[in-house]
C-alpha cells in the first residue's frame, strides 16, 4: 500500500504545480486557466485521499491543525478559482481573484513544507 500512497502523493505534488505554476504563467494577464482549475482540483481531492490512505493503511501520523488549515485553504484555493472561471466565461474577468488563487495555492505550499 505504501506504493499507492506515494503514487498520490507525486500527483498531489504534479497538482501543487500545475496551480503554482500555472499561475506563475499568468501574472501578466490574470486568467484561471483549464491547468490551473484542473490542478486545484487535484489538488483538493488528492489530498483528501492521501489523509484517508495514510490514516487507515499507512500508520502516518498527521499533525491534524495543520491538515486542518490545508484543507480550508484547499477548499478555498477551488473555491475561488471556479468562481473566478465562470466569471471569465461570462466575460467579467476577475484579475484579483487569480492572485488570491495564485497567492493562497502558494501559502499552501509554504505551510505544506514549512510547519513541522
Known amino acids: 500500500m505504501d ?9 498531489h505534488l504534479l497538482g501543487m504545480a500545475a496551480v503554482v505554476g500555472g499561475y506563475l504563467t499568468v501574472l501578466k494577464a490574470p486568467a484561471i486557466t483549464p491547468v490551473i482549475l484542473w490542478g486545484a482540483r487535484a489538488q483538493f481531492v488528492i489530498g483528501l485521499i492521501l489523509v484517508g490512505i495514510g490514516e487507515a493503511v499507512v500508520d502516518k501520523e498527521y499533525d491534524h491543525a495543520k491538515i486542518a488549515v490545508k484543507l ?9 478559482a471556479e468562481i473566478t472561471n465562470g466569471k471569465q466565461k461570462r466575460g467579467e474577468g476577475a ?7 495564485g497567492g ?13
Not at 506504493?3 to 500527483?11: D, L, P, R, S
Open 3 to 11: 506504493t499507492v500512497y506515494n503514487i498520490f502523493v507525486v500527483a
Open 72 to 80: 480550508i485553504i484547499a477548499l478555498a484555493v477551488v473555491a475561488l
Open 95 to 101: 484579475p484579483t481573484l487569480v492572485h488570491v488563487v
Open 104 to 116: 493562497l495555492a502558494i501559502l499552501n505550499t509554504l505551510i505544506a513544507v514549512l510547519w513541522t
